[in-house]
C-alpha cells in the first residue's frame, strides 16, 4: 500500500487528493501568484535565504498582504515538516505556490496569500554534473518583455510552457527564450551562462531572466575560486562565439550544453564550479 503524500495548504497538512482550488480563485482565472522551487538534502532546504529573500521580495513587488505568520522561519519549518510527513528528508524538490483567492480581476479587497507546499522525491542524478552534454535550441515564437515583473518566478508562465512544448516535440533538452530586444534571457527552468576565455558570463536582470536563486548563488560566490562573473547582455551571435553554454537552477546546478545548432560547447569550467561551489552544498 502506497503511503498519502500529504501537502501543505493555508496552515494544515492534507491529503494532495483533498487540495482543492475555486474555480473562481484569481490564481486560476489570471494567473495572480507566483511560486518558488526548492531542492531540499538530508531534511535541509539548501540555500535557505536566497529562497526566502526572493519569496519575500516578490510578495513586496505583488502587492500581497502578508499575515504576521508569513515569516521566512516559519516556511522553512513548514517545508521540513512536510518533507517528514511524505518521507522525502533524503532528496527532494520542493514547490511553494503563493496565490490570492477569489475574485474578480477588479477585486481588490482580499489580497492575503494562500500557500500551498508540495514534496516530491527526487532522483540522485540532480545531485551530479551531467555525463552527456545537452542539445537545445531558440525558442522564437515568443518572447519576454523587459518589464518590473521579468524577474519573478510568476504563475503567469504561459511562454515557458510553450516553449517546453516545443522543446520536447523537437527532443531538444530545453530551449532558450528571447527577450523583446531578441536577446537571451533564461531557458525554461533555468538561467543561462556562457564562458568567454574563462570568464563566467550571465544576462544582467534588466535582460528579463527569472532572478533565479542558483543564478545569485554564482554570482555571489564564483570569486571564491578565482572565477570572475560578469552580468552583460548576451546576443545569439555572442552566446555561438562561446568556449561554454550553461544553464543553471536550485534543482539540478549545472547543466553543460553540447551543441546549440552547428555550435558545440566544452565542459572545463562547468566541471570546476561543479566539484567547487555546488558539492559542498549536498
Known amino acids: 500500500m502506497e503511503n498519502k503524500v500529504l501537502v501543505y495548504l493555508n496552515g494544515a497538512y492534507i491529503d494532495e487528493s483533498q487540495a482543492q482550488v475555486s474555480v473562481n480563485n484569481r490564481a486560476f482565472r489570471y494567473g495572480d501568484g507566483f511560486f518558488e522551487t526548492i531542492k531540499l538534502v538530508q531534511g535541509k532546504v539548501v540555500n535557505p535565504q536566497l529562497h526566502t529573500d526572493r519569496l519575500l521580495h516578490t510578495l513586496q513587488r505583488l502587492q500581497f498582504d502578508c499575515p504576521a505568520y508569513f515569516t521566512p522561519k516559519n516556511i ?12 522525502h528528508q533524503a532528496l527532494a524538490r520542493i514547490r511553494l505556490t503563493v496565490f490570492r483567492g477569489d475574485g474578480s480581476l477588479h477585486d481588490i479587497d482580499n489580497l492575503r496569500p494562500n500557500l500551498l507546499i508540495q ?6 542524478v540532480y545531485n551530479q554534473l551531467n555525463e552527456n552534454g545537452w542539445v537545445i535550441d531558440v525558442y522564437k515564437e515568443g518572447h519576454k518583455t523587459c518589464d518590473a515583473f521579468a ?3 510568476s504563475n503567469n508562465y504561459l511562454l515557458y510552457a510553450m516553449a517546453s512544448i516545443y522543446a520536447r516535440q523537437n527532443k531538444f533538452d530545453d530551449v532558450l527564450v528571447l527577450n523583446e530586444h531578441g536577446r537571451i534571457a533564461d531557458a525554461t527552468i533555468a538561467n543561462t551562462w556562457i564562458v568567454e576565455q574563462g570568464k ?11 532572478a533565479g536563486t542558483m543564478r545569485r548563488f554564482i554570482v555571489e560566490n564564483a570569486h571564491r575560486f578565482g ?8 546576443t545569439i551571435e555572442r552566446l555561438k562565439a562561446a568556449d561554454e553554454l550553461w544553464l543553471t537552477n536550485a534543482l539540478y546546478g549545472i547543466r553543460w550544453v553540447k551543441q546549440l545548432g552547428d555550435t558545440t560547447y566544452g565542459n ?7 566539484q567547487q ?3 559542498p552544498l549536498l
Do not use: F
Open 227 to 234: 572565477l570572475q562573473v560578469t552580468e552583460d547582455i548576451i
Open 151 to 153: 524577474n519573478l518566478k
Open 277 to 279: 561551489l555546488l558539492q
Open 200 to 210: 563566467l558570463v550571465t544576462p544582467t536582470l534588466s535582460e528579463a531572466p527569472v
Open 76 to 87: 522553512i519549518d513548514r517545508i521540513e515538516e512536510l518533507v517528514i510527513y511524505n518521507q
Open 119 to 124: 514534496s516530491w522525491p527526487l532522483d540522485t
Open 268 to 274: 572545463k569550467y562547468a566541471l570546476q564550479l561543479h
